[in-house]
């Protein structure tokens, strides 16, 4: 019975373990399906988090979409000095780039040279001293010019004593007590000491003197006979100065030089390359490098040989200076228009800005601005052409943008919004 027994209780054995392991193995796989599912839930619930915190924080160029717009109220927008004006179509003038240095203008510079020797007793002006026309830059004593002083009166006594007698003369043979020819005399002595005196009053106009100064001489003390003033004869500004109290001043000495500074010369350096497209005549628009100031000029004058040792030819500006914003010797660039184009779309260059590497216009939207990242081309001294990111008619800040770029970036890095 044992042996008949024991096949039965191994066969329902087997059945029951069977059993059980399909059970484990089912439970096990049910266990695991439900895992990845829920592990496949979560993944998909991240990634749709994190599409959805993408999609709210960042825009297009790298922008925050939140933070893209800057809020300025009108009033605001007048405190700031916000200036707006409209994209549109303009002609530009194509220029091209010259190097210049800025230099007195020669036709406007002068050397004083004293037309008298003499000893010097006064030095009125120093270095660098603005003069005007006729300001006295020195004094003299010269024996010199008070022997012309010296003779000029005694001509000028001598036909006074001459038109006297000849007066006298006249009356005399008039009344038949003198002879005609004592008249004659007396007249052509009159006439000598009329020339003397014309002479020696030129010889003093020669020296500088004006007609005012020979009126006064009469009334000097004879101290002030040896008394030589140097005035300036032009205005502008001593920029050479060699004289000092004591010392003796020829002809030949040059006490000091003045030069205009409200008119210059710009000559610009003009390669082989550059010479068909400069004329004379054309506009330029000379500036410091990377100053800000500027000033417009007229090519007046192009070297008409190429400098030897440089290959190059020299093109001339003469440039207004009246504000004193230019000094000789300054290195300055130049933007000399040599075409014009029209293009479809330009804007003033001051309205571009660079915000987060990009280069951008804000457009006006009521009281938000948005910066637009802009494709450019071409430009002029004032204005470039937009190739793409603006339309036509699309208001921008074109004055003190700048304050709109600040505003950005300020709550852009504060983690604010600009609104």
Known sequence: MSGNKNPVLIGISVF???????????????????????????????????????????????????????????E?????????????????????????????NADKVAHIVPRVPGIVLEVKKALGDTVQVGD??????????????????AAKERRRLNQIDLEREKLLWEKKISSEQEYLNAKSVFAEANIEEVVAEQELHALGLSRNDLEGLLSQHDENLTRYKIVAPIHGVITEK???????????????????????????????KDLLAVRKGQEVIISPHENGVYAQGTIEWISSFLDESTRTATARAIIDNKDGLFFPGMFVSGKVSVDQVTVDLAVKKTGIQKVKDQLVVFVQDGEEFEPHPVKLGREDHTHIEVISGLFPGQQYVYKN???????????????????
């Open 16 to 74: 029951v373990l069977i059993a059980l392991a399909t059970w484990m193995f089912s439970g096990s796989s049910m266990d695991d399906h439900d895992h990845r599912e829920h592990k496949e839930t979560e993944h998909d619930n991240h990634a749709e988090g994190e599409e959805g915190h993408g999609n709210s924080h960042s825009g297009e160029n790298g922008y925050n979409e939140q933070e893209k717009r800057v809020h300025i109220s009108h």
């Open 401 to 419: 943008s700048f304050t709109l770029k600040a505003e950005l970036e300020k709550d852009s890095f504060g983690g604010g919004h600009a609104h």
């Open 136 to 153: 006295v830059l020195a004094v003299l004593e010269s024996r010199e010019l008070a022997n012309a002083k010296a003779k000029y009166l």
């Open 242 to 272: 060699h004289i000092t109290i004591g010392e003796k001043i020829s002809g030949d000495d040059q006490p000091f030089t003045l030069a205009d500074t409200k008119h210059l010369w710009v000559d610009f350096t003009l390669y082989q």
């Open 76 to 104: 605001q927008q007048q405190e700031f000095g916000i200036g707006v004006d409209q994209a549109k179509s303009r002609d530009l003038r194509v220029h091209l780039d010259l190097s210049g240095e800025v230099a007195f």
